[in-house]
């Protein structure tokens, strides 16, 4: 047996993208490189580029079939098997084969070209795969018949797809470059709106996306790796606020990118007794660079600040930690233990944690500043170093003992009760204090060996000696507390402003504040009540203990899940209550302004109507009434001419009074929401005809193209005829001279559409917004006549039918207004 052929195949999106013209192109290049390639079939669908991209390449006469007294060209299987070219290019890989074919389906002509040991090149729309069928179906509003198995598709050794935006294939389309313009308005309005073409492509992507993770599983099956291969990776990057912030951020966001989909999440951890040394300015700004990095920032309080950070870790599901080198140097190190470093790697478990080196590594000074708060662990620190540095400083001060050494000696002691304090605190360097008076009179003081002082100005000397250790000892604590006081108001400053920041960068502040306290106090839950309405909601609200209650307002309240705080924490916390009393109460005022604006607008519409009033309707009432008074002055004296044009004036302005009238009432009872609309089952072709006669325009003025078959449209008949001549004028008046309006309908789902088409001037994408504003002149009629409410009206009206009315672009310039209803089977199912 050959063996078998290997299948490549082009996906696209949507047609237009060029996958043909990619294959094609692709055939060239193997051409070039001495592959022999033939073209099995190729479908240019009259497309000039790839017709010309196809010349030049060898390929197969087509098969013609007859079918139902059609002529029908078909790819010549036998042929290109008796060919046996190396590749062999066979477009549109889901086309069904004219009854009496070998096979049904392209795609089985492909099998058997594979089999028989061809390579081919092939394309394909997402839309025929058909795993896929009955989401396109529910994007696109089309069912598909054509469709080719997933399990054939995974058998291609390869699959590219073919991207092009979604507003560049519109884009393309419009320009006559995928099909004959007879057809790009219906094609623009109906399958290749933006929002079908974008939910095209990301399925298209997410298809591929899938099909390379089963690709990537077959593999290490195939090579019995076992081991887990987290291809797409949840970065958390540890920030302390120190200048290598930005280097561990970027690191930590060129990892993400490593695999598709990767996260960045950073995080800062704030110890309870207050934050270490950072820079509150570098948090800022290390913050806005995690955002920019399309990451996002927490914080959180944790009393050990390594088991914080991996916790905080497994909580969001992460793969990777990323850690700064410590700053600390080796005599550091020896004193105060492993860091923070050290300690996350033991406890990270399977999360990999990559130590970036960086230029603040090691550059601090040797000892570390250690009158920072001072916790169990440090007082217990302090006394080891009491208890093993004053064997050791006997053992090093014996070997020098003299008559004349015991001023050293008594310093020396002295400088070990100042360490001990900075290490412990006043407990552990009373301890080394007591200690070292006692070694001082049993080793170094006559007599040896006894607690006896010979001399008296020996004891005075001890007891200075023992009343200077405690006093030093008390400052250094004092010192200490001092500094624990204010590091504890630094952090609590700094969760302030994280939580400020969070509220004025979120849409929801409330629900940003909910976040970052829950956050900041490691709370399992918080949620905001009024009552037993939620008004906000953070994590998990525990069934089975009973919340912390704070009382924001007199109708609302904060309930917390989780350990009880601390009283330094409900003081933070009642600030984070004063924020939420400030935000409920913005929120409530935003609501009053939103409800007032319905009658600030009301007030506007008044006033422009009075405005317009004393300029609009002063001039038909002019004419109306100097053409009457004309006749009642001259009487008999007018000739039959005279009078008949002194009544087609005043006949003319009376009608354009009527017509303001009639206008100023519908647009006070579409703003009333008292507009009485009577929907039925309504034939857009029995209105646009009324419409046409109504503006008295010619054949040649107008195309038709009436394509929405039997559907009815659940409209107002009365209402749907005033905005098609209001919109059919507007079109006409812009349209340049001797080119027609296009009318034309369609159904798309459940809606009927309505287009009315115009190659004028269109209108700037900025002023789109501003013809449907009353008494706006823009693009609704001229600057002599009218109130300019003709599109305002026209959008009341189609909106009260529960339709829309929707400017878009003409392909090569002008504008075109899409009015579109629901059918009547739609309609009915809405209101039943």
């Known amino acids: 047996m050959p063996k078998r052929g290997q299948l490549r195949v082009l996906l696209g999106a949507a047609p237009g993208v060029g996958k043909t013209f990619s294959m094609l192109e692709e055939g060239r290049r193997l051409i070039g490189a001495g592959v022999d390639v033939v073209i099995g079939i190729v479908e240019t669908h009259g497309r000039a580029a790839t017709a010309a991209m196809a010349e030049g390449i060898p390929s197969v006469p087509r098969i013609v079939t007859e079918h139902r007294g059609v002529a029908l060209e078909e790819m010549d299987l036998g042929a290109v098997l008796e060919r046996m070219p190396t ?43 058909e795993s896929l069928n009955d989401v396109v179906e529910q994007i696109t509003g089309v069912p598909q018949r054509e469709t080719v198995p997933d399990s054939f598709l995974r058998g291609a050794e390869q699959i590219e797809v073919i991207d092009l935006a979604p507003q560049a294939l519109r884009d393309r389309l419009g320009g006559g470059f995928v099909y004959p313009a007879e057809r790009i308005d219906a094609a623009l309005s109906n399958y290749f709106r933006l929002g079908n073409l974008t939910a095209l492509r990301e399925l298209a992507l997410i298809w591929l996306a899938d099909e390379v993770d089963q690709a990537l599983q077959g593999y290490r099956e195939d090579h019995g790796i076992d081991s887990t291969w987290e291809a797409r990776e949840r970065v958390v990057v540890a920030l302390t606020g120190g200048p290598e912030g930005e280097t561990l951020l970027r690191r930590g966001a060129r990892i993400a990118a490593r695999s598709a989909g990767g996260e960045l999440i950073a995080v800062h951890v704030t110890s309870q007794d207050g934050l270490r040394t950072g820079n509150p300015a570098a948090l800022a700004e290390q913050r806005a660079l995690s955002e920019k990095l399309n990451g996002t920032y927490h914080q959180v309080i944790g009393e050990d600040i390594p088991t914080a950070l991996v916790e905080f870790a497994r909580s969001v599901n992460a793969t990777q930690l990323v850690l700064g080198a410590s700053r600390r140097g080796r005599i550091a190190s020896a004193i105060t233990g492993p860091g923070i470093g050290a300690t996350v790697v033991r406890e990270s478990g399977d999360i990999d944690v990559h130590m970036v080196n960086h230029a603040a590594a090691r550059k601090r000074r040797a000892l570390p500043p250690l009158t920072g708060a001072l916790t169990r662990k440090r007082r217990i620190l302090g006394s080891i170093v009491a208890l093993l540095g004053g064997p050791a400083l006997t053992a090093l001060l014996a070997l020098f003992r003299s008559e004349d050494s015991i001023t050293t000696n008594v310093l020396s002691y002295q400088l070990l009760v100042v360490v001990v304090a900075l290490i412990g605190g006043i407990w552990p360097a009373l301890l080394a204090a007591v200690l070292s008076g006692i070694t001082l009179d049993f080793l170094f003081i006559e007599p040896l060996h006894t607690i006896h002082i010979h001399q008296p100005h020996h004891l005075i000397s001890l007891i200075l000696y023992v009343v200077i250790a405690s006093l030093v000892s008390f400052i250094v604590d004092r010192a200490a507390r001092y500094t624990r006081a204010a590091r504890r108001s630094a952090s609590e400053s700094e969760l302030l402003q994280t939580i400020a920041g969070g509220v004025l960068r979120g849409g929801n502040a409330i629900q940003a504040i909910i976040d970052r306290t829950r956050e900041a106090f490691q709370l399992q839950g918080a949620r905001l009540m009024r009552g037993e309405e939620v008004l906000a909601c953070s994590g998990e609200a525990l069934s089975d203990g009973l919340p912390t209650i704070i009382r924001v307002t007199d109708d609302t309240h904060l309930e917390l899940y989780g350990p009880d705080l601390a009283v330094a924490e409900q003081r933070i916390l009642a600030v984070v209550t004063a924020q939420l009393t400030a935000a409920l109460e913005h929120q409530h005022l935003t609501q009053t302004a939103q409800q007032i604006e319905p009658i600030a607008a009301s007030d506007r519409v008044r006033g422009a109507l009075l405005s317009a009033l004393s300029h609009d309707l002063r001039r038909p009432l002019a004419a109306a009434s100097a053409a009457v008074g004309g006749l009642k002055t001259a009487g008999p004296s007018l000739g039959p001419g005279d009078q008949q044009e002194l009544l087609d004036t005043a006949d003319e302005s009376l009608a354009a009074l009527a017509a303001l009238v009639t206008d100023l009432l519908d647009v006070s009872r579409l703003q009333a929401g008292v507009l009485t609309v009577t929907g039925i089952p309504t034939d857009p072709a029995e209105i646009v005809a009324p419409a046409l006669d109504e503006l008295g325009l010619e054949p040649s003025d107008v195309t038709l193209n009436i394509a929405h078959g039997d559907a009815l449209a659940h409209a107002d008949p009365v209402l749907l005829q005033r905005v098609l001549v209001n919109l059919l004028a507007n079109a006409h008046r812009y349209a340049p001279v001797d080119t027609p309006v296009h009318v034309s309908t369609s159904t798309f789902k459940n809606r009927l559409e309505i287009r009315i088409v115009d190659h004028g001037p269109g209108i700037p994408p900025e002023k789109i917004n501003d013809i449907f504003l009353p008494f706006q002149r823009l693009g609704d009629t001229d600057n002599t006549t009218g109130l300019g409410l003709g599109l305002a009206l026209s959008r009341g009206f189609i909106e009260a039918m529960n339709g829309t009315l929707t400017p878009e672009d003409t392909p090569g310039g002008g504008l075109t207004m899409v009015i579109s209803l629901t059918t009547t089977n739609n309609a009915s199912q809405e209101h039943a």
């Open 87 to 129: 590749v062999a290019l066979v477009d549109e890989l889901a086309h069904t084969n004219v009854p009496g074919s070998k096979h049904d389906k392209r795609w089985q002509d492909v099998e058997e070209l594979l089999a028989a040991g061809i390579d081919v090149i092939s394309t394909l729309n997402i839309q025929h795969i």
